[in-house]
């Protein structure tokens, strides 16, 4: 009896604590986008978006943050599609070349989550050595470059995840109609695994997009949009941060507004991964 | 005598790490007959089953030794292409697994890898062997539908279907039906009986009275060792080993 009572004291106090928990994080969220609807949105303008920095722009006068937009976009699909290139081929490689090197696997994963957890800041000064080794200057390239090394953790990790999943009789299926391991990767897996294999670009692209330290010795910043990938260019933290920094009230607020900008792509990105997800989900097995 | 063994298997012992799984395997496999590999579960008949066409490759810390000859050559130690090895055994196995992709590319997958690509003949070879397997009138409206959007026991025959499509020689068949509904597994049973004499057929199971239906050759297995290995008749009716008789009467399961 006694016990009966402990065991429905213990599972309403973790209801509770989950139900707060919950809470907590949905209201953070809510408070994080009202905060800068609030503050950017009347400075969100049409000019805002369609315009480069004009002279004065950082002391409240007229211009954009159109270069800081185009540097962004550049930049992360530039290093998305150089770490998707390279990430693909390691993370099916490890998942049915490597299938029965399990300590090797395990060993690589290993170093993949270390690196996942590098601060940014640290890819950010290597690859600011990199660029000095080879004489590059801050540049698109050298950003991108940077980036790549970034997200490339991420993106072999998130796929990697996705094709653990797959189950092995899928691969012996596979072999024994007479695939070689290769024609199961990119002929079976990939297929099997593409939705979540989408999921971990766009994740990485997230990722690429949000960062600022990275960037901040490799890029450079110009009001320029840059016409080859040996120029400068400008980004969407970087213009957040130099306008935060700022002690008129009006080009801070621009920082919010330059905020939403920034998250309003990324949730363009979240949600045309759903999309995707769903689209190409109809194959799969389900098990 | 010999023309009629398709498999031979000398000596095979296979290690899990320090587990001994299989235990001095010596067994003789006949041509273009079904042979019914018996036992309680856990005593390697699975293992058995994928040491045949080397799918044990696929698993860490798995150590074989022995020999196995199909058709004289030493598979274990062979420098013959693995993958050609395997697209002579069609694999079923325990739950059907259907490729990411329709219906008609799953049937054709093992045709197109192989460069057979001429669109009229792939048609043609698509009904062919969903025919074959009892699936044609139920699918050939949905050829272009997905394949995981069939039910298991339809799922479990399009695998037969691609599995026979790239015309092998051995049939591998791992409890194909003990995931399936009661239709589905007679389904399959009967396409097996069907198929009888054209291949090599390879059935696990370790239901008796399956055993008893579709069997011609029977090796009964227990703990990773064969205890008994005879024709059918001669198994069930005349059992030589003491575990044999007390298996068939159900004292162990």
Redesign the interface.
């Known amino acids: 009896m006694r016990h009966l009572k402990i065991k429905q004291f213990e599972e309403s106090f973790f209801r509770v604590i989950m139900f707060l928990s919950t809470l907590l994080i949905v209201l953070t969220l809510f408070l994080i986008i009202f905060t800068i609807l609030y503050k950017g949105l009347p400075s969100l303008s049409w000019e805002m978006i369609s315009q480069v920095p004009k002279g004065g722009f950082y002391f409240g006068k007229e211009g954009g943050i159109l270069n800081a937009i185009i540097g962004s976009l550049y930049l992360s699909f530039g290093a998305t599609i150089i770490a998707m290139i390279i990430s693909l081929p390691v993370a099916l490689f490890i998942n049915i070349h490597l299938v029965k090197r399990k300590k090797l696997v395990n060993a690589i994963r290993f170093i993949l989550d270390l690196l996942w957890g590098v601060p940014s800041i640290v890819y950010g000064a290597f690859g600011f050595a990199v660029m000095i080794y080879f004489g590059l200057r801050t540049s698109l390239l050298a950003g991108m470059i940077t980036l790549t090394f970034l997200i490339i953790p991420i993106m072999i990790r998130s796929m990697d995840e996705v094709l653990k999943t797959i189950p092995i009789g899928l691969m012996e299926a596979s072999l024994s109609l007479g695939s070689t391991r290769s024609e199961t990767a990119y002929k079976i897996f990939f297929k099997q695994s593409l939705p979540g294999i989408i999921t971990a670009i766009l994740l990485s692209f997230g990722r690429a997009i949000g960062d600022a330290a990275s960037v901040l010795f490799t890029t450079g910043y110009t009001d320029n949009i840059p016409t080859s990938i040996s120029q400068p260019a400008a980004t969407l933290p970087l213009s957040i941060f130099f306008q935060l920094t700022s002690p008129i009230p009006e080009v801070q607020n621009r920082a919010y507004a330059s905020a939403i900008v920034l998250t309003f792509i990324i949730l363009l990105i979240s949600i045309s991964s759903r999309f995707l997800f769903n689209k190409f989900n109809k194959h799969n097995i389900k098990s | 005598m010999d023309n009629d063994i398709k498999i031979n298997i000398k000596d095979l012992n296979l290690f899990i790490g320090n587990k001994h799984i299989l235990k001095n395997i010596n067994i003789s496999i006949p041509n273009k007959k079904l042979t019914v590999i018996l036992g309680p579960s856990g005593c390697g008949k699975t293992t058995l089953l ?1 040491t045949l ?1 080397r ?1 044990t ?6 150590k074989v030794k022995g020999n196995i000859f199909i058709d004289n050559e030493d598979i274990l130690h062979t420098n013959k292409n693995i ?2 090895i ?2 002579n ?3 079923l ?3 059907p ?6 219906i008609f590319r799953n049937v054709t ?2 045709l197109r ?2 460069g057979r690509r001429n669109r009229k003949i792939l048609k043609n070879r698509v009904e062919h062997y969903l025919k074959q397997v009892n699936l044609w009138d139920e699918v050939k409206d949905r050829l272009k539908d ?3 959007q069939l039910s298991i026991g339809q799922q479990q025959r399009l ?1 037969l279907a ?2 026979l499509a ?1 015309d092998p020689e051995i049939i ?1 068949a791992d409890e194909p039906t003990s995931a399936l509904d009661p239709i589905s597994s007679q389904t399959i049973e009967n396409e097996f009986l069907t198929f009888n004499g054209n291949y090599t057929i390879i059935v696990v199971t370790h239901s008796l009275r399956q055993a008893k239906r579709i069997a011609d050759y029977v090796i009964f297995m227990y703990l990773g060792e064969v205890i008994e290995q005879n024709s059918a008749d001669e198994f069930f009716n005349n059992p030589k080993e003491e575990k044999t008789k007390e298996y068939l009467k159900g004292i162990f399961n």
């Open positions: 994928k066409n799918l490759d696929l698993y860490p810390e798995v993958t050609e395997r697209k055994m069609g694999l196995s325990q739950q697994y259907p490729l990411p992709m329709n997958y093992g890898i192989s997905s394949a995981s695998c691609r599995g790239v591998l």
